[in-house]
């Protein structure tokens, strides 16, 4: 089945411990991203890669960090989480269209996290 | 960067009405405008999108209209059902690989 996995679903922490969530997709896609959920705000893109060894940052990439290793997986790694940083956080994947464009994203089921 | 507006953040309509939601984006350079539908404790999940080099597309009961000269573009769904309830998202991709996000717009389809 083509999907796009997270985890952990449900994470409590607290300040300043490092933590990583693992995304992972098995439809070869090149393109991976990551968003942030909150009310009022929309999805916001914190990282993105276009391929191996290829990221780059959305629109709210402070306090986080990415790297893609290999093709299928690509973490977001909160190396001091803050409160500021609970939110609902999806992964997506997608090929890109004509080799460069971005395209339709399949989204992770989400990770909740909560930083007190 | 780029700023995309939805209009309006709520929507109550009663079943079989049209449903109009409006999204403004800033960079002349966007090219990609997706919709997403996001049911509650769900992922979001496409809709339809459009690129832009066409004005206007359809899929059954669901449209999008896009102005580049304006730049705004806009989901249409007719004969809504209490299903069609749900988180409505735009996008606009300013850039190859970025997409900015709309801030959404709840629909609530009454029987």
């Known amino acids: 089945e083509a999907q796009v996995t997270q985890n952990p679903r449900y994470l409590i922490t607290v300040t300043g411990k490092k933590l990583t969530v693992t995304c992972s997709q098995n439809?070869?896609?090149?393109?991976m991203s990551w968003y942030r959920q909150d009310p009022g705000l929309g999805l916001r893109q914190i990282y993105y890669?276009?391929?191996?060894?290829?990221?780059d940052k959305g629109d709210v990439p402070e306090g986080y960090k990415v790297s893609r290793k290999e093709k299928r997986n690509f973490p977001l790694i909160l190396e001091s989480p803050s409160p500021n940083q609970t939110s609902l956080y999806f992964c997506?994947?997608?090929?890109?269209?004509?080799?460069?464009?971005?395209?339709?994203?399949?989204f992770g089921p989400g990770t909740r996290l909560t930083v007190t | 960067g780029e700023n995309v507006e939805q209009h309006p953040s709520t929507l109550s309509v009663q079943e079989g009405d049209s449903a109009v939601i409006k999204c403004t984006y800033s960079?002349?350079?966007?090219?990609?405008f997706p919709w997403y539908k996001q049911e509650l404790g769900k992922r979001p999940q496409l809709i339809i999108d459009?690129?832009?080099?066409?004005g206007e597309k359809k899929d059954q009961r669901i449209a999008v209209t896009l102005n580049k000269t304006a730049k705004h573009f806009s989901l249409h769904i007719t004969e809504t059902q209490p299903e069609d309830s749900a988180v409505y998202f735009c996008?606009?991709?300013?850039?190859?690989?970025?997409?900015?996000f709309g801030t959404g717009t709840r629909l609530l389809v009454s029987p």
């Open positions: 996008a606009a991709s300013p850039r190859f690989q970025k997409l900015v």
């Open positions: 997506a994947s997608s090929f890109l269209s004509r080799g460069l464009e971005v395209d339709e994203q399949y």
């Open positions: 960079d002349s350079a966007s090219n990609y």
């Open positions: 439809m070869n896609h090149e393109y």
């Open positions: 890669s276009m391929n191996v060894e290829v990221t």
């Open positions: 459009i690129r832009s080099n066409v």
